[in-house]
Nanobody, 123 residues
Framework: QVQLVESGGGSVQAGGSLRLSCAASGYSTCMGWFRQAPGKGRENIAQISSDGKITYLDSAKGRFTISKDNAKNTLYLQMNSLKPEDTAMYYC????????????????????WGQGTQVTVSS
């Protein structure tokens, strides 16, 4: 089991930027960022495989960038041009599904989760 700790959330105005970090206690072949707004399901924003293959949710393309520092076992999510509809709890997830390289995965495909970090975007 991998322990995941997110940080970097906060409150920003529309158009602003935030960088989320997720420190992992161990190695996983697939890591991703999810978000969940009140009353909605958990949504996969972006994921990265062990060989660096990245997959984004269509609505995240061009504004969000996922990256990973393997030496630090840390996952990042750079979020630019934030919109009020980006307001949600953001979660880091880790798993081992080989499908990580070619399709955006569901929450059930991940084994370990962080506690979440809140992002609030005001208009």
């Amino acid at each position: 089991q991998v322990q995941l700790v997110e940080s970097g959330g906060g409150s920003v105005q529309a158009g602003g930027s935030l960088r989320l970090s997720c420190a992992a206690s161990g190695y996983s072949t697939c890591m991703g960022w999810f978000r969940q707004a009140p009353g909605k399901g958990r949504e996969n924003i972006a994921q990265i495989s062990s060989d660096g293959k990245i997959t984004y949710l269509d609505s995240a393309k061009g504004r969000f960038t996922i990256s990973k520092d393997n030496a630090k076992n840390t996952l990042y999510l750079q979020m630019n041009s934030l919109k009020p509809e980006d307001t949600a709890m953001y979660y880091c997830a880790a798993g081992s599904s080989p499908a990580c390289r070619w399709s955006l995965l569901w929450p059930a495909d991940f084994d370990d989760w962080g506690q979440g970090t809140q992002v609030t975007v005001s208009s």
